[in-house]
């Protein structure tokens, strides 16, 4: 009888204590969730005030601005050099401040048609899983721009323009709130005359278009990384201090 109550008791004790270790378990669990999830709100809290800073820094900049400021695309192939055009004030504008925000730094060119042009500023593309690269094409900062048609504006070498969505889904020709692409070849490109807004053109390192454009490629994706590195106002547009 005893032997059965001696045994009957460590059981007991066993489970009490197999059940003390899973409920310290669960609380350990509990407690690392809830310190991860402080550490991610305080990480979001610190990038939106960093947001807020370099957005409030950019407008301060672009109230100092060239009617036709110039910018300098920076990639692991070498500098294009663009100047925004006056007449389109709405995608000058919001190429300016996407640049001096940081939104296209690190991002890739994702599609590349030699003999055609060569387009990027898609956020979709710091995804480079084989998932991710299923996305590239689809991203953007959340709005589109009004077309703005200047019939001056051509799809000349070295062109700067918005991509969009196809027409179907998008009948008034809306662009893309980031994605650009830059015109290789004018006779190729001349089609879009019309239906893409051209809103700048290339001053310095068309060879740079050039020779991003001649990668190799697969299903139009560079085999190889085409970073932007940075989008920097070019020197000669630095306010004066």
């Known amino acids: 009888m005893k032997r059965h109550l001696f045994r009957a008791f460590t059981c007991f004790a066993a489970a009490v204590m197999v059940l003390g270790c899973q409920s310290a378990a669960k609380k350990a669990a509990k407690e690392a969730a809830e ?140 662009s893309s709130g980031s994605q650009f692409y830059l015109v290789q070849s004018p006779e190729n490109c001349a089609q879009l005359n019309g239906e893409y807004t051209v809103f700048g053109e290339t001053i310095q390192g068309i060879d740079i278009i050039d020779r991003i454009a001649s990668v190799a490629t697969e299903n139009e994706k560079p085999k190889m990384d085409v970073k932007i590195q940075k989008v920097t106002l070019d020197k000669s547009c630095l306010p004066e201090e």
């Open 35 to 174: 310190a991860a999830a402080a550490e991610q709100a305080r990480q979001d809290s610190i990038a939106a005030v960093l947001k807020a800073q370099r957005e409030k820094t950019a407008e301060e900049i672009m109230a100092k601005l060239p009617e036709e400021p110039i910018f300098d695309i920076e990639t692991n192939l070498g500098t294009i050099k663009v100047k925004l055009y006056s007449k389109t004030p709405k995608h000058r504008d919001n190429f300016a401040k996407l640049a001096l925000t940081g939104y296209y730094d690190g991002l890739l060119f994702h599609r590349v048609i030699n003999n055609f042009m060569i387009q990027g500023g898609d956020p979709n593309t710091k995804n480079t899983t084989p998932e991710g690269k299923q996305t590239w094409g689809q991203g953007g900062p959340g709005y589109t721009i009004p077309a703005e048609f200047v019939p001056e504006y051509k799809h000349k070498k070295g062109a700067l323009a918005a991509a969009r969505r196809g027409d179907v889904a998008n009948p008034k020709k809306e």
